[in-house]
């Protein structure tokens, strides 16, 4: 039996080191990786995945800290994928978040892995959906996906999580504001944590107003709760209202659609992933000629889009 | 003169008609946008771009709307582009910005120009560099780039602006928070917005001790300074920390280095544009066949890569 199938037979009874080595294989491109996640692919189970977003200061690590709590006082394993856009600069990761999660560090049935950017040409969205990938063959009962930030990466949150939970807290901005952020029509549970600070109900009506207003086509009209997650506070009625759009997509056929959309953002990422590391293959192996070109670009002498044709037609995509 | 010269005529003496319309054929990909973008390109002269980043409900907008004034009132010509990652399911921007910024509206010395989100294959860091480089080439004094979000959106901003200025509000969350988003080493000026609340001052000390580890490679440290933007108070410091820190990048290269960050930046940026424009096309062409596929990889009866590599081999890079 070779390494790679030792390792995969490991991950599927979540042995922690091998689930550990599987992900490091998967977020550093080391060999191995395609014939990994090939094989996982094919191990995939019926993954039950929970994204939790909001802005930075909202709470979701301790959050995240109370539902894996609950989920093992329930007798579920549970496995935490936290995409923390840390420093594309710094490369590393702040320990925040592991710090406050320590008190699972030694539990066998709960697994937490932490994910950095990868810079512009990487893409946190692929390597998210290649370690759910992972998670999903290693057939934990819950995953929860913790995502810090508005805009685009909620999207991608909606793209690989069942059920989407937005965290905000009191007053922070206006009901314009979550519109803007697009999160009205992609989570599936408000919560206003902190809800001991002032305006907390203001908040909770300025949510209940918004939701009042969202199409909700599959029927689900999302609640909005609240708690106060560093003492504990509402955990459970979170736990039961993510069970509750559980059973609610398993009625409707939101299951297979979601796995669907999760089907078709892992084509399109592998597709990227070819893209991009052929590109980057050629760009390193033309370093210097690519540099010289960057520098026409920028004296004006040479137009972006001549330049990118030019390296395009000697992108080899079999590759990568 | 054919009418893509009239209306790069106009846009070169700011002319808002042809300047929106400009952007629509870049935004919406219309008929002659390769061509104009390439001459836009060669007019580029020496915008001066400040980006304004920040959690959603930190007041951006009115700072935005501030500097406008400010700059106005200096005799500036202002443009700004607000990148607003609105929801890709509406497609529809929320009015709130542009009600905000409505005194502006008509002065022709501003320019505003809203950006949303093209779901998932498009790319807003692409929309965002290529409407930059039509307010360059119009040469405005002083371009705004407004970005609600944190995280890998700030990486864009830092590709695109010489000045990025990170807004914040008092009570947002700890010091770790805000070096998870990684801004730490990407604003030049920091910003508390709201300074009449609460903790406001708690929030400054906060942010002194974070700039204090930051590196400071390039001999600049940045500011922390407060503002009530609601009330105007603070804008006149802001303008006086920005032009200080224009002059410092003239003094240090680092004008250079950001152009040649700029070039990099079009050039990646509009190989990818091709590579999915050309994806796009396939997919487009072949939709019942990809369909059929993703269902496959949906049942786990083929894997995301094997799929991708199919398609890829179909992928035609000279044209999208």
């Given at each position: 039996?070779?390494?790679?199938?030792?390792?995969?037979?490991?991950?599927?009874?979540?042995?922690?080191?091998?689930?550990?080595r599987?992900?490091?294989?998967?977020?550093?491109?080391?060999?191995?990786?395609?014939?990994?996640?090939?094989?996982?692919?094919?191990?995939?189970?019926?993954?039950?995945?929970?994204?939790?977003?909001?802005?930075?200061?909202?709470?979701?690590?301790?959050l995240?800290?109370?539902?894996?709590?609950?989920?093992?006082?329930?007798?579920?394993?549970?496995?935490?994928l936290?995409?923390?856009?840390?420093?594309?600069?710094?490369?590393?990761?702040?320990?925040?978040?592991?710090?406050?999660?320590?008190?699972?560090?030694?539990d066998?049935?709960?697994?937490?892995?932490?994910?950095?950017?990868?810079?512009?040409?990487?893409?946190?969205s692929?390597?998210?959906?290649?370690?759910?990938?992972?998670?999903?063959?290693?057939?934990?009962?819950?995953?929860?996906?913790?995502?810090?930030?508005?805009?685009q990466?909620?999207?991608?949150?909606?793209?690989?999580?069942?059920?989407?939970?937005?965290?905000?807290?009191?007053?922070?901005?206006?009901?314009?504001?979550?519109?803007?952020?697009?999160?009205?029509?992609?989570?599936?549970?408000?919560?206003?944590n902190?809800?001991?600070?002032?305006?907390?109900e203001?908040?909770?009506?300025?949510?209940?107003?918004?939701?009042?207003?969202?199409?909700?086509?599959?029927?689900?009209k999302?609640?909005?709760?609240?708690?106060?997650?560093?003492?504990?506070?509402?955990?459970?009625?979170?736990?039961?209202?993510?069970?509750?759009?559980?059973?609610?997509?398993?009625?409707?056929?939101?299951?297979?659609?979601?796995?669907?959309?999760?089907?078709?953002?892992?084509?399109?990422?592998?597709?990227?992933?070819?893209?991009?590391?052929s590109?980057?293959?050629?760009?390193?192996?033309?370093r210097?000629?690519?540099?010289?070109?960057?520098?026409?670009?920028?004296?004006?002498?040479?137009?972006?889009?001549?330049?990118?044709?030019?390296?395009l037609?000697?992108?080899?995509?079999?590759?990568?």
């Amino acid at each position: 039996m070779s390494r790679l199938d030792d390792l995969i037979a490991d991950a599927a009874r979540r042995d922690p080191r091998a689930l550990g080595r599987l992900s490091r294989i998967i977020d550093d491109d080391l060999e191995g990786k395609e014939e990994a996640l090939r094989r996982l692919h094919s191990m995939g189970g019926d993954a039950r995945v929970v994204g939790i977003t909001g802005p930075p200061g909202a709470g979701k690590s301790t959050l995240v800290s109370n539902l894996i709590r609950e989920g093992r006082a329930g007798g579920l394993s549970v496995a935490v994928l936290a995409v923390d856009p840390t420093s594309p600069f710094s490369g590393g990761a702040v320990l925040g978040d592991r710090v406050r999660m320590q008190e699972h560090a030694t539990d066998p049935g709960v697994f937490i892995r932490s994910l950095a950017t990868r810079g512009h040409m990487g893409g946190l969205s692929r390597s998210a959906q290649q370690l759910l990938t992972l998670l999903d063959a290693a057939g934990f009962d819950l995953i929860l996906l913790e995502t810090v930030g508005v805009g685009q990466e909620e999207v991608q949150v909606k793209d690989l999580a069942q059920t989407v939970i937005f965290v905000t807290v009191p007053g922070l901005g206006d009901g314009i504001q979550a519109m803007k952020a697009g999160v009205l029509e992609i989570a599936h549970i408000y919560l206003v944590n902190k809800a001991d600070l002032p305006m907390a109900e203001t908040a909770v009506k300025d949510l209940q107003t918004l939701v009042s207003f969202s199409p909700n086509e599959d029927g689900w009209k999302p609640p909005v709760l609240t708690s106060v997650a560093t003492r504990g506070e509402g955990t459970g009625r979170i736990m039961e209202e993510m069970d509750r759009h559980f059973s609610h997509l398993k009625a409707s056929g939101g299951i297979a659609e979601w796995r669907r959309s999760l089907a078709l953002n892992s084509v399109t990422e592998a597709i990227r992933g070819v893209v991009d590391g052929s590109l980057q293959h050629l760009m390193t192996a033309g370093r210097k000629e690519f540099s010289e070109d960057i520098d026409r670009v920028g004296r004006r002498e040479e137009d972006p889009l001549s330049v990118a044709r030019r390296w395009l037609e000697r992108l080899d995509l079999s590759r990568g």
